[in-house]
């Protein structure tokens, strides 16, 4: 029986719109009227959260990668960064002129180039990009002629004063290896081919969903979640059920039970009915 549900957001619950279709917004009520738990379980901010979910009514939140978990009433689960390993990661981002942002409790800050890549409107545009889009070429075009190009650019933050659970550095795909080289006390997440998430050594969706549920008294075995991108295969494959969305990445799809329809053609509502959570 499944007890709690969770919701990777973009290319997931949300259309490339930022919009939660009207079958996602029935079908979660309609689970929660039968008592299941929705929540989302996503690599983005606590910032602004319900914005970035439609104001969908939500029971729980699993944020950061699973570094910031809280309800409305609580915070259950939290881990920055250790302060040396923070360090290593400004030290690099100002060393080499990188587009970089810090990831706190009610800011993210740094890069304004990545701040305005975190609004809908991007989000939006980037989806339209070619397969082939010159993300290297971009990234070295940035650092050579970036208006705030200063060596101790994210030093004196002052975000940096406070705990820093994630870190989202512009970075294509084919740097990941060099990346957890340099920073080995970092787990790499990425949902998106342009930026790569940076959290604590150890840290996932599975691990933040874990935390939930020690609070709750619920298995694994009764959980459920859906997913699109490389950052939700562990999370797919470690539950009791796990969905991938019909546009999501192939590997995802691979870590999956069950495949449904894509995020703009009500996947979340059709695999709901398909386990019988909901009625038809």
Request: charged share 25%.
């Amino acid at each position: 029986m499944i007890k709690a549900i969770f919701f990777d957001i973009d290319g997931t619950l949300v259309t490339s719109s930022s919009k939660a279709l009207t079958s996602t917004r029935e079908a979660i009520a309609a689970a929660q009227k039968k008592g299941v738990l929705c929540g989302v379980a996503t690599g983005r901010s606590p910032v602004r959260i319900q914005q970035i979910t439609d104001n969908l009514h939500l029971d729980m939140f699993i944020t950061y990668n699973g570094q910031y978990v809280y309800t409305a009433d609580e915070v259950i689960f939290e881990e920055a960064f250790q302060p040396e390993v923070l360090q290593e990661i400004v030290a690099f981002a100002d060393e080499r002129h990188r587009q970089i942002l810090f990831g706190g409790k009610d800011k993210v800050d740094g890069s304004t180039t990545l701040l305005m890549g975190q609004a809908r409107w991007v989000k939006k545009v980037s989806t339209y990009l070619p397969k082939w889009f010159p993300v290297q070429t971009v990234k070295v075009l940035l650092q050579k002629f970036s208006p705030n190009r200063r060596k101790v650019r994210y030093e004196q933050l002052e975000i940096l004063d406070q705990p820093i659970y994630q870190c989202i550095l512009f970075s294509p795909e084919a740097e990941d290896e060099k990346l957890q080289a340099l920073f080995p006390k970092c787990s790499l997440q990425r949902s998106n081919p342009y930026s790569v998430d940076l959290i604590p050594k150890g840290g996932s969706k599975l691990r933040g969903i874990d935390q939930f549920l020690q609070t709750r008294g619920i298995e694994r075995a009764e959980v459920m979640a859906f997913g699109d991108n490389f950052n939700d295969n562990e999370m797919l494959a470690g539950v009791g059920i796990g969905v991938a969305m019909g546009n999501g990445r192939t590997t995802t799809k691979q870590s999956a039970d069950y495949i449904t329809d894509t995020n703009e053609a009500d996947g979340i509502a059709k695999a709901l009915r398909h386990f019988n959570i909901i009625g038809e």
